[in-house]
């Protein structure tokens, strides 16, 4: 049942006045509990939170969650002294109280409306004069007719004051093999307006890291060019998260000078396998200067290996069983490479992209040089279209007559 609890404070608003419940416009010493109308330029409606009774060690099991109704500003509690005009207060808590508890019921066929019933006699909140201006909360039998015994709960602002946390628990298995899931924590994180904070810390892999235990990783390469996820560039010593297979998690990759592309693949619960495997070997002649990305390129699903060379861009499909096409052959297309005679594409000034352009579900190869805007269309059979004569649009350029 979605029952707001301590994490928020809440109004509590009667369904049939639409009238706030709180003390009455001017408190007695009796506690007395009123729904009532709050003007504007008046004192604020109380606000209400929701503190779950934990069950008593031993005792029995309940069929339903009780609930501690505490003002959050007063900390007093919503109490049933049961008086002879079965009136309901807010008093002092007090701890284990049953007449202090609550069951927060769902209206059968109303969504948001709720009965707030004791949790000693299962009588629950009514409204004891509905034409009245401050209208007395009382206790009475259930009756389905009556829309008095309906409550709704108005999340105050701020919403929400905290989330629960996540935290690695640790699992053991029979043959001594250890792994970890996220489970909650009985810490709050800050909500909205502060910084926030997740899971607590886990290292998941003793790999990739720059201490010389962890594989003493540093960045060789290029500046990376702009670009998101979908066009993150990477060069020699990077690392960077990506999904490798098209199973729709990220794995840990780097770029090793000798080795080429190697993964630690996801588990898909935020830890990753221990062995480190070649996703693929380096192009040949691997240059600093070389950017690396996963895209793609074909639209099957399965990302493929596009890396900027001296010579032009290189294309490694994966096939079916996520292998990669031998570090060997031809580019795809002799241009968009920082070598002269495949156009002297600088890192931080010329950006490059693969996507489609046309909408025909083939990646084109785009960038952004000097002059303008260079386009490479994939043809049908996955071949790429030479450059033409002049850029597609001369605008969006590092020069000055291209914009700047």
């Known amino acids: 049942?979605?029952?707001?609890?301590?994490?928020?404070?809440?109004?509590?608003?009667?369904?049939?006045?639409?009238?706030?419940?709180?003390?009455?416009?001017?408190?007695?010493?009796?506690?007395?509990?009123?729904?009532?109308?709050?003007?504007?330029?008046?004192?604020?409606?109380?606000?209400?939170?929701?503190?779950?009774?934990?069950?008593?060690?031993?005792?029995?099991?309940?069929?339903?969650?009780?609930?501690?109704?505490?003002?959050?500003?007063?900390?007093?509690?919503?109490?049933?002294?049961?008086a002879a005009d079965r009136g309901v207060r807010q008093w002092d808590a007090t701890a284990g109280k049953k007449d202090q508890q609550w069951h927060v019921v769902p209206v059968e066929g109303e969504a948001g409306l709720y009965f707030i019933e004791g949790a000693t006699d299962g009588v629950v909140l009514d409204l004891a004069d509905p034409t009245a201006d401050d209208i007395r909360v009382v206790l009475r039998a259930y009756d389905d007719s009556a829309t008095s015994q309906h409550w709704r709960f108005i999340p105050a602002a701020p919403e929400r004051t905290s989330d629960p946390v996540l935290h690695w628990a640790r699992l053991s298995h029979w043959n001594s093999r250890q792994s970890w899931r996220l489970s909650r924590s009985a810490a709050l994180r800050p909500a909205p307006a502060a910084t926030p904070s997740f899971s607590d810390m886990l290292l998941v892999v003793k790999r990739f890291g720059s201490d010389q235990d962890a594989g003493a990783w540093q960045s060789l390469g290029a500046s990376c060019s702009t670009g998101g996820q979908a066009g993150r560039w990477a060069g020699l010593g990077d690392r960077f998260l990506a999904d490798t297979t098209g199973a729709g998690q990220a794995d840990i990759v780097g770029l090793k000078p000798a080795k080429g592309a190697v993964t630690a693949a996801s588990e898909g619960d935020g830890t990753f396998k221990d062995d480190e495997r070649?996703?693929?070997?380096?192009?040949?002649?691997?240059?600093p200067k070389d950017l690396w990305t996963l895209a793609d390129t074909t639209g099957d699903g399965r990302p493929d290996v596009v890396v900027l060379a001296a010579d032009g861009v290189r294309v490694f499909l994966q096939d079916e069983n996520k292998k990669f096409a031998p570090a060997s052959g031809e580019p795809v297309i002799k241009a968009f490479g920082h070598g002269q005679p495949a156009g002297g594409w600088v890192a931080d000034k010329h950006p490059r992209f693969v996507t489609d352009t046309t909408g025909d579900g083939r990646t084109d190869i785009v960038g952004f040089h000097d002059d303008g805007v260079w386009i490479s269309l994939q043809d049908e059979e996955g071949k790429f279209a030479p450059l033409a004569a002049e850029p597609a649009l001369r605008a969006f350029g590092h020069d000055e007559k291209a914009g700047g």
């Open 278 to 287: 070649v996703l693929h070997p380096p192009v040949p002649s691997p240059s």
């Open 1 to 82: 049942m979605p029952v707001p609890t301590q994490e928020l404070k809440l109004q509590i608003v009667n369904a049939a006045t639409a009238k706030i419940l709180g003390a009455r416009s001017t408190p007695g010493t009796d506690g007395a509990l009123v729904v009532r109308d709050f003007p504007d330029g008046g004192p604020s409606p109380e606000q209400w939170q929701l503190t779950p009774v934990q069950a008593t060690q031993g005792g029995p099991a309940r069929d339903e969650q009780a609930y501690v109704i505490r003002n959050a500003v007063s900390g007093k509690v919503l109490d049933n002294p049961a």
